[in-house]
């Protein structure tokens, strides 16, 4: 039997939601397989016959009863004892959706996606209130970022929240720049002077925000781009002959990076 995935999300309710093209019904007692890539555990539904057209199958699975660890996670059909990897041909990738997704408060994520071998994946993680990167630049002798409030719960609307942008130079714990910036609803936008952390070192940037207990930190995770510290390199700029470029972490969040 030949099966692709024609469509695949992760709906807000955090349900898998998947489009099947098949070549004849499902049969009764086939089960999709998902396998931690790094440990091997593995989860499986019983589907059943979905009662669907012969050329087309719908399935919805609930992933938070699965239990799934944080990780990579390979899907399989399985139907007496035969496991085969499932085949996709959607790309996963929506910018409006994850926005969407990333609104509500959450301790997971998850999210579908078409591995570069064209087999259907998700991949899960630990989620936290985050200050989600979406423009950085520097201009007028300001480093400026804009992003977007992700698990916060905050609503997405016109309210105004009083908010701190603070940079902490990691080599010396007493040292930290803030200024204010302006949150709109889950939107922010914050600037500092260029002039203010001239102090050779790693620059350490969050944001306060008024009605969230604690700081959140700057990084940009709601995209398609993994190890943006291999793959995105800033052009440095010079302030009193000082050098100045942003960068990111193996974990994806944000630094500046100041001398050397």
């Known amino acids: 039997m030949r099966v692709v995935v024609t469509d ?16 004849e019904p499902l ?19 019983v589907l059943g ?3 669907a057209r012969a050329r087309e199958a ?13 990780g990579r996670w390979d899907t399989y059909l399985r139907h007496d004892g035969k496991k085969v990897r499932l085949r996709s041909i959607d790309p996963g990738f929506s910018l409006d959706h994850l926005d969407a997704y990333a609104l509500c408060q959450r301790t997971m ?30 201009r007028e002798g300001r480093f400026e970022v804009t992003g977007l409030l992700a698990f916060t719960g905050l609503e997405d609307d016109d309210a105004r929240h009083e908010a701190t942008l603070a940079l902490h130079r990691r080599q010396d714990a007493g040292s930290t720049v803030k200024t204010a910036a302006t949150v709109k609803g889950v939107r922010f936008h914050a600037a500092v002077s260029l002039v ?25 995770r709601l995209d398609d781009v993994d190890g943006k510290r291999r793959r995105l390199h800033y052009p440095s700029v010079r302030v009193d002959g000082v050098p100045i470029r942003p960068s990111y972490t193996a974990d994806d969040e944000l630094r500046i990076e100041v001398g050397g």
């Open 196 to 220: 203010d952390v001239l102090e050779t070192g790693t620059w350490e940037p969050t944001l306060e925000v008024e009605g969230l207990d604690r700081p959140l930190k700057l990084g940009s």
């Open 109 to 138: 994520a998850y999210r579908s996606y078409r591995t570069r071998n064209g087999f259907l994946a998700l991949k899960i993680a630990d989620a936290e209130p985050v200050a989600e990167v979406r423009a950085i630049w520097f």
């Open 58 to 70: 719908t399935l919805a699975i609930s992933l938070t009863p699965l239990e799934l660890a944080a």
């Open 49 to 51: 016959t979905p009662g």
């Open 8 to 23: 695949a999300e992760v709906t807000l309710a955090d349900v898998l939601s998947l489009r099947l093209a098949i070549d």
């Open 27 to 45: 049969e009764d007692g086939t089960e999709l397989v998902l396998r931690h890539r790094q440990t091997g555990v593995e989860r499986d539904v």
